[in-house]
């Protein structure tokens, strides 16, 4: 009887620390700052990853966010990004035919959005009882900056302001990013984060190219090249014309021949419609700002002394 009333004791003693362990962790954590970085593809003039077989040509990008639990399933955030994308007619799918423009361009942009996300599993909950795998898909809207360049006798010319094509467009774009992602749960106040991003757009010109020929504006080109290239802007048409076949042996457009074929020198895909965008892949860390996280976690209380704890 003895036996039996010691490990009763002993199992009630057990079972009271687990408890307070348990309830220590046992605190809402709304909020939360996620860090995270990957590749971003391009899709547009230069690139066609469905059509064609260009394999892959990733930038990267890496973002910072601040999250909100709204309801049970729901959470919003507040993100800013810093992306590259770029494209290049060189790897092209001899299929498309792209080639021959020689073109290319690249872009270092800023984003901020605010995203929705929809969660597979519940969100509101404790710290502790946070699901280990969560699957979700986002949708959201945002603003970022659009800042194509190009590359001419070694050095990176924006492109926006010599408006190649005659038709001016907006430093700032509206992007709508859409996807799916995966939260894993580290620890109590730490999950991975692994998502799929689309970003959509409404402009066409995040690569500077739209048009699919220049014979609605060469001459406006000829003309600010002028007689050797001293005009008032001879760097429009160095970068709107590429094509070898258009180009003399020191480097410089051949003027006649642009002349004499009438502007018919291919630019873009000639697809109307198609709006420009990138897709990423970006793997991150997601904290939860819960009231112990510095007392439980980052140095946990103990008599005389103050110890590091990951768990």
Do not use: C
Not at 35 to 57: D, H, M, R
Not at 75 to 84: G, P
Not at 223 to 252: S, T, W
Not at 279 to 287: H, V
């Amino acid at each position: 009887m003895r036996k039996l009333a010691l490990i009763f004791l002993l199992s009630m003693m057990a079972f009271e620390t687990y408890s307070q362990s348990f309830y220590r962790y046992r605190f809402d954590a709304p909020w939360s700052v996620s860090v995270a970085a990957g590749p971003t593809q391009y899709f547009g003039e230069l690139y066609s990853l469905w059509k064609y077989n260009e394999g892959i040509q990733p930038d990267w990008n890496a973002n910072i966010a601040v999250r909100r639990t709204l309801g049970t399933y729901i959470r919003t955030r507040a993100e800013f990004t810093y992306y590259q994308i770029s494209g290049q007619d060189p790897p092209a799918d001899p299929r498309s035919n792209r080639e021959p423009r020689n073109l290319h361009f690249r872009a270092r942009n800023w984003e901020a959005s605010l995203i929705g996300e929809l969660h597979l599993k519940p969100v509101k909950v404790y710290n502790i009882t946070r699901n280990f795998i969560n699957f979700y898909g986002f949708a959201g809207v945002g603003i970022s900056s659009n800042n194509p360049k190009a590359e001419l006798n070694g050095t990176w010319v924006d492109l926006r302001p010599l408006q190649l094509e005659n038709n001016p467009y907006d430093k700032y774009i509206f992007v709508f990013p859409t996807g799916v992602g995966m939260k894993y749960k580290l620890n109590v106040y730490t999950d991975l984060t692994i998502e799929m991003n689309y970003r959509w757009t409404i402009t066409d010109y995040m690569d500077d190219i739209s048009a699919y020929n220049i014979k609605e504006f060469y001459q406006d080109l000829v003309n600010d090249y002028g007689v050797n290239g001293n005009g008032a802007r001879p760097d429009r048409l160095r970068l709107a014309i590429r094509n070898p076949n258009f180009i003399k042996d020191n480097g410089e457009p051949d003027v006649q021949k642009i002349l004499d074929n009438g502007g018919r020198i291919r630019r873009g895909s000639g697809l109307d419609e198609r709006f420009d965008g990138f897709m990423s892949l970006n793997i991150g860390l997601e904290l939860y700002l819960s009231p112990d996280i510095w007392d439980n976690w980052i140095f946990r209380n103990r008599v005389n002394e103050k110890s590091f704890r990951f768990w």
